[in-house]
């Protein structure tokens, strides 16, 4: 049985979903009722899985999930809002969030993106065949994906995990092309519009941070994908 920590101002709908999860999906779920009710749980506990509501009293979900980010990085964070502005899904993506859910929703959509997600997690617990390069020269910079920096005569920048894992395939790919659905397919594991967004304003700020070595460029490669260029 997988644990779940449901966040959720709405008494009614927090306690709808629980009900309904422990009984169709068969989860333990523990229901907060805003932001610092939810992070206290979620460092009392392991959890499997979080379900943050945006716009909650004392602590939002963005700023609650960007907590529970620094404490794993690895736990899966559906997000649900009643919002459904592009600008919202790019923040959700790039706080480490891993689905977004806008409501009113389906509570059988809910289960499904829960199961999907598990069912993603489990898949990349099992052991490749091979390591994976972790450490990368990008022109002056040093690119540690297990930590997620970029180091820089002596400076450091952190990513989020998002940007982190674009960076990893495109030093994958060094001077070759990532196309733009298998960057979508491998991180979001789906290449609908709105990650395609999402995935541009990720790249934008990897161009930021790579500025400093005109050596370095990330290019668009014209209805393909994208080049991690390195003179």
Same mark, same amino acid.
């Given at each position: 049985?997988?644990?779940?920590? @449901?966040?959720?101002?709405?008494?009614?709908? /927090? @306690?709808?979903?629980? $009900?309904? #999860?422990? @009984?169709?999906?068969?989860?333990?779920?523990?229901?907060?009722?805003?932001?610092?009710? /939810?992070?206290?749980?979620?460092?009392?506990?392991?959890? $499997?899985?979080?379900?943050?509501?945006?716009?909650?009293?004392?602590?939002? /979900? &963005?700023?609650?999930?960007?907590?529970?980010?620094?404490?794993? !990085?690895?736990?899966?964070? +559906? &997000?649900?809002?009643? %919002?459904?502005?592009?600008?919202?899904?790019?923040? =959700?993506? $790039? #706080?480490?969030?891993?689905?977004? +859910?806008?409501?009113?929703?389906? +509570?059988?959509?809910?289960?499904?993106?829960?199961?999907?997600?598990?069912?993603?997690? =489990?898949?990349?617990?099992?052991?490749?065949? /091979?390591?994976? !390069?972790?450490? &990368?020269?990008?022109?002056?910079? +040093?690119?540690?994906?297990?930590?997620?920096?970029?180091? *820089?005569?002596?400076?450091?920048?952190?990513?989020?995990?998002?940007?982190?894992?674009? #960076?990893?395939? *495109?030093?994958?790919?060094?001077? =070759?092309?990532?196309?733009?659905?298998?960057?979508?397919?491998?991180?979001?594991?789906?290449?609908?519009?709105?990650?395609?967004?999402?995935?541009?304003?990720?790249?934008?700020?990897?161009?930021?941070?790579?500025?400093?070595?005109? %050596?370095?460029?990330? @290019?668009?490669?014209?209805?393909?994908?994208?080049?991690? #260029?390195?003179?």
């Amino acid at each position: 049985m997988k644990k779940v920590l @449901l966040v959720e101002d709405d008494p009614n709908l /927090g @306690l709808l979903l629980q $009900d309904y #999860l422990q @009984l169709k999906g068969k989860f333990d779920v523990v229901l907060c009722t805003d932001g610092e009710e /939810g992070l206290k749980s979620f460092n009392k506990q392991a959890f $499997d899985l979080c379900i943050l509501d945006v716009m909650m009293p004392k602590k939002d /979900g &963005f700023t609650l999930g960007k907590e529970i980010r620094k404490i794993n !990085q690895h736990v899966p964070i +559906i &997000f649900a809002t009643a %919002k459904a502005m592009m600008e919202d899904k790019a923040s =959700a993506y $790039d #706080l480490g969030g891993d689905d977004y +859910i806008t409501k009113p929703f389906r +509570i059988e959509e809910l289960l499904l993106r829960i199961n999907a997600l598990l069912k993603r997690v =489990a898949n990349a617990e099992i052991p490749d065949a /091979g390591p994976q !390069q972790t450490q &990368f020269e990008i022109g002056n910079y +040093i690119f540690d994906y297990t930590t997620q920096m970029i180091h *820089l005569n002596g400076q450091q920048q952190k990513l989020s995990t998002k940007e982190a894992e674009l #960076l990893q395939l *495109l030093c994958l790919k060094k001077n =070759a092309v990532l196309t733009r659905e298998e960057a979508l397919l491998s991180i979001w594991h789906d290449d609908n519009y709105f990650n395609g967004r999402s995935m541009d304003v990720f790249l934008s700020k990897l161009r930021k941070y790579l500025r400093e070595d005109p %050596k370095v460029e990330i @290019l668009n490669v014209h209805g393909k994908g994208y080049k991690l #260029l390195v003179n």
